[in-house]
């Protein structure tokens, strides 16, 4: 009778505790990796395909002289092209200049905020515009208005103690009622513009 030696087996010999990983580790590592791969394409693709980004240098604003500048000199609502519609609004303790912004339904409408004091946010109801507004950033977001109705805006950021008060609304108008003040020039311009904007592949 020969005594085995009851010890374990002495490091390097062993395969299993140089080589050797637990195929339920193995399946974590993959899925680790996996997930980064994926995360990556996800932030690739939305930054090169999708337009998002965070704010650049042009987006820069100067908080102190802002209300001064152009065009947050005189904020609101412009018409770039029929059914294409930019407005510049100021978030400021504790209002939206302007309160109110009327659009033709089918509108692409362009909203730029920023702010001269604090941080605000900037919200739209029924809508995925959901922006930080913050001091010195020019904030930025596209929403086309495909339903007539009031859609209202607030400021979802707390900014003191008018916060409540920090609201206004989006009016998407039937195409036939849009206010004087989109539509004053004549109509023959803006029938100048259809034509134009039809003959534009964009
Ligand atoms: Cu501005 Cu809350």
């Known amino acids: 009778m020969t005594e085995t030696a009851p010890g374990p087996s002495t490091g390097s010999d062993d395969p299993n505790l140089t080589?050797?990983?637990?195929?339920?580790?193995?399946?974590?590592?993959?899925?680790?990796?996996a997930l980064l791969v994926a995360f990556a394409a996800t932030i690739t693709v939305a930054g090169f395909s999708m337009g998002f980004a965070v704010p650049g240098a042009d987006g820069e604003v100067d908080p102190r002289t802002v209300l001064e500048t152009e065009p947050w000199s005189s904020p609101g609502l412009r018409e770039i092209s029929p059914g294409v519609y930019?407005?510049?609004?100021?978030?400021?303790?504790?209002?939206?200049n302007p309160r109110e912004l009327e659009v033709?339904?089918?509108?692409?409408?362009?909203?730029?905020?920023t702010s001269p004091d604090v941080q605000h946010g900037f919200s739209v109801r029924d809508t995925n515009v959901n922006m930080q507004v913050v001091p010195g950033q020019v904030s930025k977001l596209s929403y086309t208005f495909d339903e007539v109705g009031e859609f209202p805006y607030i400021c979802n950021e707390y900014c003191g103690q008018g916060h409540a008060a920090m609201y206004g609304?989006?009016?998407?108008?039937?195409a036939s009622a849009v206010?004087?003040?989109?539509?004053?020039?004549?109509?023959?311009?803006?029938?100048?513009?259809?034509?134009?904007?039809?003959?534009?592949?964009?």
């Open 86 to 96: 930019e407005a510049y609004v100021v978030a400021q303790t504790w209002s939206f």
């Open 169 to 174: 609304v989006v009016n998407v108008v039937p």
């Open 19 to 33: 080589m050797g990983i637990d195929p339920y580790e193995r399946n974590w590592m993959r899925l680790s990796i």
């Open 104 to 113: 033709p339904v089918g509108s692409e409408l362009t909203i730029y905020v």
């Open 179 to 202: 206010s004087a003040g989109n539509d004053n020039d004549n109509a023959s311009d803006s029938a100048e513009a259809q034509g134009d904007a039809d003959g534009q592949v964009d």
